[in-house]
């Protein structure tokens, strides 16, 4: 895929409209898997993500229809299928298919996704509970089986609170017998749309704070669903607007899930008008350090933002330090960093960053390895002097449908290296 060059300095200004949510939009396409009807989906992003999800929809015989950003996924003449092992291994929202199939035909085959950049991530989670659930599964070291008759329901506290886990056990209670309790369970807003998605859709679910209940066997019928703005990217553009200026409008959000990234930019006194689907924001100061910063899972800060704000802070005001609590391996954007001539030394041992702020940095020639490390690549880009070139961008286009034209709209020297 052609690389994206840079030429920093300019500020961003303007409005932009958010697209819809990547990690919310996944879910829903397995949910789609459970219905014997119709489901439609507005504000649906155009990423490959969405496409590959679709194409395993499909071979499993769902009808689709896309149209712009609505998308229709017709699940009433469905069959067994094992999906296609290099589409399905090469995503990790595709381990959702597990609990769907089974609930749908009481059996599944998935290829294991792989691990990725970002680490290890295994199912060993997403097996224990669905075994509590009846489900016989046999893992090897690239395919999961797994059957069952019918899926109970109980009472679970999986060994994580894990979003991939929460959103399985969902799938998998709602056409369960029985009533099913997700104890300590991850509370991403993404967990809280699936819930909306299959609630409208008839299923019986009670989400508390960090409990769901779910009463399962009701029959789910035709929905029409609006996938919610992406936090992530939302929050990632707000970053960019710190590092090199700003004075603009973001919309189609819901701003009560950008609480951390807010509260820095309200610590930081720059002029912030906050509505419920808008935030409009005027910054012009230097970025300031962060003395000690760890992901967490929601509402914590994001491990999705991490490289982003670690790109953020190399032209902070003092040193800063970032620690990555989620996944094993996902620093390597931060090593990056180092091209464009930020002080960053990474610790891979205790999976911490120090970055030392600098005031000036200078335009390099990087690759991105993964989404949100690429993401990170452009904000450096955006604020570095001179030209930068980023490849790697097939990364970015499975979660970004139109970073470039976003920023550009915005003013940034952005573009396409055709
Ligand atoms: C979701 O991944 C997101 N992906 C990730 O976003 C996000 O970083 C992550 O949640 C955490 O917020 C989608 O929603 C498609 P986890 P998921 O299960 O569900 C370990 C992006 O850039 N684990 O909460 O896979 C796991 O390895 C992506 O958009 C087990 O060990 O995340 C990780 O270290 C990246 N065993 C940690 O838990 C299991 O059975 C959290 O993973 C399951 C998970």
Redesign the pocket.
Known sequence: MEPIVIKGGNRLTGRLRVQGS??AT??LLAAALLIDGVTTLTNCPDIT?VSGMLKLLSQFGCRIVRCQHTVTIDARNVYYCEPDAGIAGA???S?LLLAVSLARFHQAALPMPGG?T???????????ALRQMGAHITAGERNVFAEASCLAGCVLEP???????T?QLILAAVCAKGVTTIKKC?R?P?IFSLCQFLQAAGADILYLDDEIMICGGATLHDVCFEVPGDR?IAASYLCMGLSVGCDMTLYGIETNQLTWILSYAKKMQCHLEIEQEHVHIRADKQIEHIPYLETA??PGF???LQSVVCAMLATADGTSVVVET???NRLQAAKELGKFGADVRVDEENRSVTIVGRKHLNGAVVAAK???GGVALILAGLRAEGETTVYGCEYIVR?HESIVEDLRSLGAQIAWMR
Do not use: W
């Open positions: 990547k990690n996944l879910p993500d995503m990790r929202a381990s990725c970002i680490g290890k991530r295994p199912l060993d989670g997403h097996m224990e060994m994580l609170q894990s979003v991939g886990i959103e991850a991403e993404e992530i899972v929601y994001p491990t999705d989620i996944f094993e993964e989404l949100r979660g």
